[in-house]
């Protein structure tokens, strides 16, 4: 077995390709037996072997350990598991290669070793944690340096709160590794600070529930490493005995990052000296990096680079910038700390409240303009590809490097301190600007480099500018003219600088609400010319596409209108060259160039229609492409003027897509754009439009498995009956089925058991559109039918997307015609179970899933309803789960999976009353409102007072870190903490996924529009539906609901019911 392994290994590494092939299934082949993990493990130990093949065979170890060693291995594939006394065996012979004179076998057997762990520790291989202690203990840099290799990943991928004995023991060998400088590689202090990090944030995961365990351990550990990273930090980039430590400076700041972030306030006491030094390192920094990166002309290139780049003992490069991210992530996070703020900002000697920033904190800003700067690197890529310029040019830009970094501090000290940052902004911008000039004048090439970083950086905060600009309160913290004067047009002029030349035009455009008509007229003529002009350097032209966007957006109709069609007409020239990473922006400059003058709009009819489905038809799976192509189409469909027009060139390439493609991908854009073309046209809809379009559709949709088919096709259904229902349900086909039946015929079958939850994800939208536009083109009998249907649908749904995407129905029935409902849902039985415990139990589960502004008022207010039903015994003694009841037999453990199965949650059981009040109170506390900032919702402030919620405010650890209701230091966000700011947390919700807007359309629904609820500050409401309640003791309130309230919530209540 050995000598079949040893000569396919042998032949995965001859030259020749297809001796490599062969070789490579002989391996596959010989994996299946059952002795070939040790066999290749005694390859891998054979000393009298070439050490390629034994590095092979170790590799391919690591392999077979991922696909064969266990079956819970992400990676398995059938075949033989090895019998426990042959793993027994390869462990003890993997183990031995962790002393091997050859570091990559070492460095691999550490991998294979790592994920043996994984599943035969500790109950096959109990001894193994010891071993590797032992190994850190023998002093040897080698065993010490493969120990550290396993538990680098060993600790970060498999340890949890349960391994907390062994952090213990890790800790201090991690510790003595660190600082043992003299003794150890540096790539094993670097493992070591790794893995302490991985150990911080395991402890910090369990101190939510072990506070006290954090109180105890936390402050000790973190004074232990604190110290010797702080010294780490004062250190020189490059050490005279120990040569360059980038790398390990690296490795202390994502680690201070983690304990920061586990344990900000035990942090603290560490946060003033580490700024002042890592301010020390950045300034020391700057001169070698510009050099080293930015300037690649420069006599000092070749020694700044040396100092900033090191490779370390396996030949691998690391550059200086992980380490300056980490500081720039590092600066964001204590600005944010409320004792640090006197580092950035000050009160002024002068005006009473007026908030100045600190010399730091201009310094700071001046510093970060240099870091800003285009580097070399950069500037050979976008030569290369200009993809990747635009790519970088987004906010939202895929490649992390110290320019992107730059920008997220500034754009989070523009957050906390926008006020004194617009100074600090205007203070640096004069520096650079002098340095630029100083530059020009002695003909350093480099000169626009500083220029367009300063320009770039001020563009960062253009909306804080435009605020300040429209509100009468810039001042004179910002001299845009003095800006103008010396860098955007020195910059816009010189076209030997196309990188900077670009940066003038987006400059210009981004602050063009502000700038005087005649400057604004020369940028937007500039502009307009360059987006059309074939002979400019792709970056001008690309930036002037972005410029065009910006200025029909934010200049005044007179001055955009009479370049409006010259705009247009010069995209023409450009957006069927771009790439599809790339033909986003002219897109959306297309789209901002339409809203100017409708009449224009119209007469470019052709021109537009062919830019628009011609980029689609070029990349009609591109989904931001489509998204913007979509917005195009809704606009020239609401034109009076061109919508015929248009309508005639989309629909035939349209339909063509949907009717005739093969591609699932293909067919769900292409009914998009239909939905797109019904949604923005007319009500009613064009004569001829349904013949057209709509026996097509339903063709597809009735023939297709494509989820992503069957989802466009609800939303597409949905805008055909707001629209048109009339004539909808007016058409028939051939065999006298009206269009209507067909829709309702399409629902029932996404609802039948068998079909997928996730391809009727939208059906519940459109089964609500059907119930408000067509009551009086269906019978009671068919609408009892659709209920029953879905109810039944909904007996059996399993996920919570799904059944919350169906409770709307229901809310817009309970609040047209409750009892009435609450009879026909008592008359049905699913399962055992009648309609109305379906409902109310799938509401009552599901309500906080719920999407989108208008369905979660209206589910609100539909509970209001519900609850004036709770005389009703159907209702009333409905039983619903309620809080949860504290697990003695848990309480101060970490829970396992298996420990929950052994003693589940259990909750208590309340009645249907009650649990509407705790869901409402929970809904006032979500602030619905001030979530979705609604200008016409008041907020929790309207119902309330602004005094705190009962958050309690218990968990010190938060002390220190901003918070915006607390008096601001930046004079910008002061006054007492509103209720907003007190659950200010909730808006987090947004970027964690639970996003309320998705697949609602709430601004553009004029159904929506119209009802008076989507008007209501819902806040009011239920504060005047809580206070009636409990004066009028409705539904027995006192006797039957207040027992089940927690401490917050009835201080909530308390609150509503004594506001004004």
Same mark, same amino acid.
Request: net charge negative; with cysteine; aromatic share 8%.
């Given at each position: =077995?050995?000598?079949?392994?040893?000569?396919?290994?042998?032949?995965?590494?001859?030259?020749?390709?297809?001796?490599?092939?062969?070789?490579?299934?002989?391996?596959?082949?010989?994996?299946?037996?059952?002795?070939?993990?040790?066999?290749?493990?005694?390859?891998?130990?054979?000393?009298?072997?070439?050490?390629?093949?034994?590095?092979?065979?170790?590799?391919?170890?690591?392999?077979?350990?991922?696909?064969?060693?266990?079956?819970?291995?992400?990676?398995?594939?059938?075949?033989?598991?090895?019998?426990?006394?042959?793993?027994?065996?390869?462990?003890?012979?993997?183990?031995?290669?962790?002393?091997?004179?050859?570091?990559?076998?070492?460095?691999?057997?550490?991998?294979?070793?790592?994920? =043996?762990?994984?599943?035969?520790?500790?109950?096959?291989?109990?001894?193994?944690?010891?071993?590797?202690?032992?190994?850190?203990?023998?002093?040897?840099?080698?065993?010490?340096?493969?120990?550290?290799?396993?538990?680098?990943?060993?600790?970060?991928?498999?340890?949890?709160?349960?391994?907390?004995?062994?952090?213990?023991?890790?800790?201090?060998?991690?510790?003595?590794?660190?600082? *043992?400088?003299?003794?150890?590689?540096?790539?094993?202090?670097?493992?070591?600070?790794?893995?302490?990090?991985?150990?911080?944030?395991?402890?910090?995961?369990?101190?939510?529930?072990?506070?006290?365990?954090?109180?105890?351990?936390?402050?000790?550990?973190?004074?232990?490493?604190?110290?010797?990273?702080?010294?780490?930090?004062?250190?020189?980039?490059?050490?005279?005995?120990? *040569?360059?430590?980038?790398?390990?400076?690296?490795?202390?700041?994502?680690?201070?990052?983690?304990?920061?972030?586990?344990?900000?306030?035990?942090?603290?006491?560490?946060?003033?000296?580490?700024?002042?030094?890592?301010?020390?390192?950045?300034?020391?920094?700057?001169?070698?990096?510009?050099?080293?990166?930015?300037?690649?002309? #420069?006599?000092?290139?070749?020694?700044?680079?040396?100092?900033?780049?090191?490779?370390?003992?396996?030949?691998?490069?690391?550059?200086?910038?992980?380490?300056?991210?980490?500081?720039?992530?590092?600066?964001?996070?204590?600005?944010?700390?409320?004792? =640090?703020?006197?580092?950035?900002?000050?009160?002024?000697?002068?005006?009473?409240?007026?908030?100045?920033?600190?010399?730091?904190?201009?310094?700071?800003?001046?510093?970060?303009?240099?870091?800003?700067?285009?580097?070399?690197?950069?500037?050979?890529?976008?030569?290369?590809?200009?993809?990747?310029?635009?790519?970088?040019?987004?906010?939202?830009?895929?490649?992390?490097?110290?320019?992107?970094?730059?920008?997220?501090?500034?754009?989070?000290?523009? =957050?906390?301190?926008?006020?004194?940052?617009?100074?600090?902004?205007? /203070?640096?911008?004069?520096?650079?600007?002098?340095?630029?000039?100083?530059?020009?004048?002695?003909?350093?090439?480099?000169?626009?480099?500083?220029?367009?970083?300063?320009?770039?950086?001020?563009?960062?905060?253009?909306?804080?500018?435009?605020?300040?600009?429209?509100?009468?309160?810039?001042?004179?913290?910002?001299?845009?003219?003095?800006?103008?004067?010396?860098?955007?047009?020195?910059?816009?002029?010189?076209?030997?600088?196309?990188?900077?030349?670009?940066?003038?035009?987006?400059?210009?455009?981004?602050?063009?609400?502000?700038?005087?008509?005649?400057?604004?007229?020369?940028?937007?003529?500039?502009?307009?010319?360059?987006?059309? !002009?074939?002979?400019?350097?792709?970056?001008?032209?690309?930036?002037?596409?972005?410029?065009?966007? /910006?200025?029909?957006?934010?200049?005044?109709?007179?001055?955009?209108?009479?370049?409006?069609?010259?705009?247009?007409?010069?995209?023409?020239?450009?957006?069927?060259?771009?790439?599809?990473?790339?033909?986003?922006?002219?897109?959306?400059?297309?789209? #901002?160039?339409?809203?100017?003058?409708?009449?224009?709009?119209?007469?470019?009819?052709?021109?537009?229609?062919?830019?628009?489905?011609?980029?689609?038809?070029?990349?009609?799976?591109?989904?931001?492409?489509?998204?913007?192509?979509?917005?195009?189409?809704?606009?020239?469909?609401?034109?009076?003027?061109?919508?015929?027009?248009?309508?005639?060139?989309?629909?035939?390439?349209?339909?063509?897509?949907?009717?005739?493609?093969?591609?699932?991908?293909?067919?769900?854009?292409?009914?998009?754009?239909?939905?797109?073309?019904?949604?923005?046209?007319?009500?009613?809809?064009?004569?001829?439009?349904?013949?057209?379009?709509?026996?097509?559709?339903?063709?597809?949709?009735?023939?297709? !498995?494509? !989820?992503?088919?069957?989802?466009?096709?609800?939303?597409?259904?949905?805008?055909?009956?707001?629209?048109?229902?009339?004539?909808?349900?007016?058409?028939?086909?051939?065999?006298?089925?009206?269009?209507?039946?067909?829709?309702?015929?399409?629902?029932?079958?996404?609802?039948?058991?068998?079909? #997928?939850?996730?391809?009727?994800?939208?059906?519940?939208?459109?089964?609500?559109?059907?119930?408000?536009?067509?009551?009086?083109?269906?019978?009671?009998?068919?609408?009892?039918?659709?209920?029953?249907?879905?109810?039944?649908?909904?007996?059996?749904?399993?996920?919570?997307?799904?059944?919350?995407?169906?409770?709307?129905?229901?809310?817009?029935?309970?609040?047209?015609?409750?009892?009435?409902?609450?009879?026909?849902?008592? *008359?049905?039985?699913?399962?055992?179970?009648?309609?109305?415990?379906?409902?109310?139990?799938?509401?009552?589960? !599901?309500?906080?899933?719920?999407?989108?502004?208008?369905?979660?008022?209206?589910?609100?207010?539909?509970?209001?309803?519900?609850?004036?039903?709770?005389?009703?015994?159907?209702?009333?003694?409905?039983?619903?789960?309620?809080?949860?009841?504290?697990?003695?037999?848990?309480?101060?453990?970490?829970?396992?999976?298996?420990?929950?199965?052994?003693?589940?949650?259990?909750?208590?059981?309340?009645?249907?009353?009650?649990?509407?009040?705790?869901?409402?109170?929970?809904?006032?506390?979500?602030?619905?409102?001030?979530?979705?900032?609604?200008?016409?919702?008041?907020?929790?402030?309207?119902?309330?007072?602004?005094?705190?919620?009962?958050? *309690?405010?218990?968990?010190?650890?938060?002390?220190?870190?901003?918070?915006?209701?607390?008096?601001?230091?930046?004079?910008?966000?002061?006054?007492?903490?509103?209720?907003?700011?007190?659950?200010?947390?909730?808006?987090?919700?947004?970027?964690?996924?639970?996003?309320?807007?998705?697949?609602?359309?709430?601004?553009?629904?004029?159904?929506?529009?119209?009802?008076?609820?989507?008007?209501?500050?819902?806040?009011?409401?239920?504060?005047?539906?809580?206070?009636?309640?409990?004066?009028?003791?409705?539904?027995?309130?006192?006797?039957?609901?207040?027992?089940?309230?927690?401490?917050?919530?009835?201080?909530?209540?308390?609150?509503?019911?004594?506001?004004?």
């Amino acid at each position: =077995m050995e000598h079949r392994v040893f000569e396919a290994l042998q032949g995965s590494l001859s030259p020749e390709a297809n001796a490599r092939m062969n070789s490579e299934l002989a391996l596959k082949q010989l994996e299946l037996e059952s002795n070939f993990s040790l066999a290749i493990t005694n390859v891998a130990l054979a000393s009298q072997a070439e050490i390629p093949i034994r590095q092979a065979a170790i590799v391919q170890l690591r392999g077979y350990v991922s696909r064969h060693w266990s079956i819970g291995s992400a990676k398995y594939e059938p075949g033989p598991i090895p019998e426990q006394q042959l793993k027994s065996q390869v462990r003890e012979k993997v183990f031995a290669l962790l002393i091997s004179d050859d570091r990559k076998l070492r460095n691999v057997a550490a991998a294979v070793v790592a994920s =043996m762990a994984k599943y035969d520790w500790p109950d096959e291989w109990p001894q193994l944690f010891s071993q590797l202690v032992e190994l850190l203990h023998s002093r040897n840099r080698s065993n010490t340096h493969s120990a550290m290799c396993v538990f680098s990943e060993w600790v970060n991928a498999d340890m949890s709160e349960q391994h907390m004995e062994q952090i213990g023991i890790l800790l201090p060998e991690l510790l003595r590794i660190f600082v *043992g400088a003299s003794e150890y590689e540096l790539s094993t202090r670097v493992m070591a600070v790794r893995v302490f990090s991985d150990c911080i944030e395991i402890i910090s995961n369990m101190s939510s529930e072990r506070k006290s365990f954090a109180e105890v351990h936390a402050p000790p550990i973190l004074k232990d490493w604190m110290e010797p990273i702080l010294d780490i930090f004062k250190q020189p980039v490059v050490n005279s005995e120990s *040569g360059s430590i980038i790398q390990l400076k690296a490795e202390c700041i994502k680690s201070v990052i983690k304990a920061m972030e586990g344990f900000p306030k035990y942090m603290l006491p560490y946060t003033a000296p580490m700024l002042e030094t890592l301010w020390l390192q950045l300034k020391e920094i700057q001169d070698p990096f510009v050099h080293a990166f930015v300037y690649g002309d #420069s006599e000092h290139s070749e020694s700044a680079t040396n100092m900033l780049v090191h490779y370390d003992e396996d030949g691998e490069a690391y550059s200086v910038d992980s380490y300056l991210l980490g500081i720039f992530e590092w600066l964001a996070k204590a600005a944010e700390i409320k004792s =640090m703020r006197s580092f950035f900002v000050a009160k002024s000697e002068g005006a009473v409240g007026n908030i100045v920033p600190t010399p730091f904190l201009s310094q700071l800003v001046s510093v970060l303009m240099g870091y800003a700067q285009i580097t070399t690197e950069m500037l050979d890529d976008w030569a290369d590809d200009m993809d990747l310029f635009v790519a970088d040019e987004d906010e939202e830009g895929y490649r992390f490097n110290v320019r992107v970094s730059v920008q997220e501090l500034i754009q989070t000290l523009d =957050m906390l301190f926008p006020q004194p940052l617009l100074t600090a902004l205007g /203070n640096a911008a004069h520096e650079r600007a002098e340095l630029a000039a100083q530059w020009r004048q002695n003909q350093n090439s480099n000169w626009w480099l500083v220029s367009e970083a300063m320009l770039w950086a001020i563009g960062l905060v253009a909306e804080s500018v435009i605020d300040r600009y429209e509100n009468n309160t810039l001042g004179n913290q910002l001299n845009l003219g003095a800006l103008f004067e010396s860098d955007v047009w020195p910059l816009g002029q010189n076209a030997s600088f196309p990188f900077g030349q670009g940066r003038a035009f987006v400059f210009a455009s981004s602050f063009a609400k502000t700038l005087p008509p005649s400057i604004a007229s020369t940028f937007v003529d500039a502009s307009c010319n360059a987006v059309s !002009n074939t002979h400019l350097h792709p970056a001008v032209r690309l930036s002037a596409v972005r410029a065009t966007s /910006n200025f029909c957006s934010d200049l005044p109709e007179e001055v955009a209108r009479p370049r409006q069609a010259a705009f247009i007409n010069g995209l023409a020239t450009i957006i069927p060259r771009l790439s599809e990473d790339s033909a986003h922006i002219a897109l959306d400059a297309l789209h #901002s160039a339409l809203q100017v003058d409708q009449d224009i709009t119209a007469s470019l009819e052709p021109v537009i229609s062919e830019m628009a489905m011609g980029i689609w038809q070029k990349y009609p799976g591109d989904v931001l492409l489509t998204s913007i192509v979509i917005d195009i189409v809704e606009d020239m469909a609401g034109n009076t003027h061109a919508s015929e027009a248009f309508t005639r060139h989309a629909l035939p390439i349209i339909g063509t897509a949907i009717t005739q493609s093969t591609d699932g991908m293909v067919v769900s854009s292409a009914i998009d754009l239909l939905a797109g073309l019904v949604k923005g046209g007319s009500s009613p809809m064009p004569e001829g439009y349904t013949d057209a379009v709509f026996p097509s559709l339903m063709h597809v949709l009735s023939t297709s !498995n494509d !989820n992503e088919v069957l989802q466009s096709g609800q939303a597409c259904l949905k805008y055909f009956v707001q629209k048109d229902a009339e004539r909808i349900s007016k058409w028939h086909d051939s065999h006298g089925v009206s269009g209507l039946e067909h829709i309702i015929r399409f629902v029932a079958v996404l609802l039948s058991p068998d079909s #997928s939850e996730s391809a009727a994800l939208f059906v519940g939208d459109l089964v609500v559109k059907i119930v408000q536009k067509c009551n009086a083109f269906i019978s009671s009998d068919v609408l009892t039918e659709l209920i029953r249907v879905v109810t039944e649908r909904l007996a059996t749904a399993r996920t919570s997307s799904f059944c919350s995407s169906l409770v709307p129905l229901y809310a817009q029935l309970f609040l047209r015609h409750p009892a009435e409902l609450v009879e026909l849902l008592s *008359g049905m039985s699913f399962g055992g179970q009648s309609g109305l415990h379906i409902v109310l139990s799938t509401w009552f589960k !599901n309500y906080m899933d719920v999407q989108g502004y208008y369905s979660r008022k209206v589910s609100a207010v539909a509970l209001t309803r519900l609850f004036v039903l709770g005389n009703d015994s159907r209702v009333g003694d409905f039983v619903a789960q309620g809080d949860l009841i504290p697990n003695a037999e848990n309480k101060g453990k970490i829970v396992t999976r298996s420990m929950s199965r052994i003693n589940p949650d259990q909750y208590t059981q309340i009645p249907a009353p009650a649990k509407i009040i705790k869901l409402l109170l929970a809904e006032v506390g979500m602030d619905v409102e001030s979530l979705f900032a609604r200008a016409n919702g008041a907020g929790l402030s309207a119902a309330v007072d602004n005094s705190d919620l009962g958050n *309690g405010g218990n968990d010190d650890d938060d002390d220190d870190w901003e918070d915006d209701g607390d008096s601001d230091i930046d004079g910008n966000r002061t006054g007492g903490g509103t209720a907003t700011d007190k659950y200010s947390y909730l808006s987090d919700l947004i970027d964690s996924g639970a996003d309320f807007e998705e697949g609602d359309d709430d601004d553009d629904d004029e159904d929506v529009l119209a009802d008076p609820i989507y008007s209501q500050d819902l806040n009011v409401t239920l504060g005047s539906f809580m206070k009636e309640v409990v004066q009028r003791n409705q539904g027995s309130f006192h006797e039957i609901v207040l027992p089940t309230l927690t401490e917050k919530e009835n201080d909530l209540l308390s609150r509503l019911c004594s506001s004004d």
